[in-house]
């Protein structure tokens, strides 16, 4: 009894997982010598540590013994989690990612088959989805250049396909009403907010405050006062202030591209939030004129295409929201 007790030890049971020793692990879960839902003692589920190394037998195993596939660790993690962020972990060249993206397919369908929450925020609320967003700045440069000059969201793409296939909701509202495209507005991560206006994201879905992703985007005042600190891959503390402004100018650049696309694919200019305000009062009162007048122009021009089309386009309405802004805009 003593000795089962140490042979199957937390620590005995971490040893396996760094060892590759999978053998061990499925005759002890066979066995019922571990608690299939076993957290170590920081928090994190046994669970969450055979999806990270990829053990698929273990899995299987676990899966059979009806593992609670929805257990998340002190931070609020899940399974569903753990796979969809399985690349950043992984340095590989593409066909590698290939083969580590079907293998993350794989883990998703035995999840789904077992119940498996595709949905279910973290401690912060946030969903799958939105976590792979948040990937979008790679960490090494998280607190060392603002967000929206690094977009590395392509790397997580694929995550983010097999998270929609096996269930994630485009549209799924956090605590604020707020839906993934905020999050990726937030970001600054134009290929984010592009992925998921192509896959279905409703643009002008409104938070508690009555504001929508664009809204929201045209507020971001952050890009005048980008600040850089020490611990860069390369040494950013160090750039010259051309160099600086360049960094600036690309984030700038990306904010306005941003805009530029949301504004393209929103059907009502006219919105307002719950104090009265529209994207182009908005854009005012935050003195980002640039962004006013791209909002006059994106509607200038939809409104003459759809004149050549002969559709409707809330004309009238839009007419006169112009006419007002223009005689307000210098």
Known sequence: MLFDKYLYS???????????????????????KIDKNLKFDWGEPLLNQVLKYGYLLVLKKMIEKNVDVNQADSEGVTPVMVVGERNKHHFLDKDSLNRLDKQNEFFFTLLKQAGADFNRPDNQGLTPLERLINQSLPQGWRGVVPF?????????????????KFGADINYKNEKGQTPL??????????????????????????????????????DDSLKDAKFKNGCPICVSNLLEEDERTIKNVIERRGLSIIDYLLSKTSDFCLKDKRGDDIYSLAMKSSNQAVAKLILNSLK???????????PFRGAQHLRFLNQKERVYV
């Open 301 to 311: 021009i939809k409104m003459r295409n759809q004149k050549k089309q002969g559709g």
């Open 182 to 219: 905020f999050a990726a507005v937030s970001q600054r991560s134009l290929k984010a907010v592009t992925f998921l206006i192509q896959k279905g994201a409703k643009i002008d879905e409104q938070d508690d405050k009555g504001q929508t992703a664009l809204m929201k985007a045209v507020q």
């Open 10 to 32: 937390k620590d005995k049971i971490l040893e396996s997982l760094y060892e590759e020793n999978q053998i061990f692990l499925l005759e002890a879960l066979q066995n019922d």
């Open 148 to 164: 929206g000059y690094i977009d590395d969201f392509d790397t997580y793409q694929s995550s983010a396909e097999l998270l929609l």
